[in-house]
């Protein structure tokens, strides 16, 4: 019997490459994630600092000048950090996004390899009893040939 051939290979083939782009560009994406959030706590770190030497200051005594940079500093590092948190969303909502396109391609990936994974057995079935007919023909021929001797 000639051997097993899934004449949807090459779509399977095609769909693991699709699903292995996917992946990388979902981590990718994942990892500018982790960056930007890295960036606003940093961010904050450096707003959280100025306000505690502010404070310190403040209690020391400080010029006007002075206190009026330290709050023009933190509501810029504020407003900076509100935009970066922006961005942040807007990484988060395309990483989602990516994800699904890597949940549904895995999903063809997989009803593909279950059909292969059927007509695999189909075939194997299909073998044995080729399998069972040619040995009870053989020895359906070899008793007769002893018979009629």
């Known amino acids: 019997m000639k051997k097993f051939n ?5 779509v ?7 699903l292995d782009n996917l992946k990388n560009e979902h981590a990718q994406i994942v990892a500018k994630v982790v960056s930007q959030e890295k960036k606003i706590e940093e961010l904050s770190d450096q707003r959280r600092s100025a ?23 933190i509501a ?27 949940v549904e391609a895995r999903k063809e990936v997989v009803s593909i390899e279950k059909l292969k994974e059927k007509k695999l057995l189909q075939y194997n079935k299909e073998v044995l009893r080729s399998e069972e007919l040619f040995i009870e023909e053989f020895v359906s021929n070899t008793t007769s040939v002893q018979a009629s001797r």
């Open 6 to 10: 899934f004449p949807l290979d090459t």
């Open 12 to 18: 399977l083939n095609y769909k693991d490459q699709v």
């Open 51 to 73: 306000c505690v030497r502010f404070q310190e200051e403040t209690q020391n005594g400080i010029a006007i000048n002075v206190m009026r940079e330290y709050e023009t500093y």
């Open 76 to 102: 810029f590092m504020q407003q900076k950090i509100l935009a970066e948190q922006g961005v942040l969303q807007r990484l988060k909502k395309k990483e989602e996004q990516k994800r699904s396109e890597v």
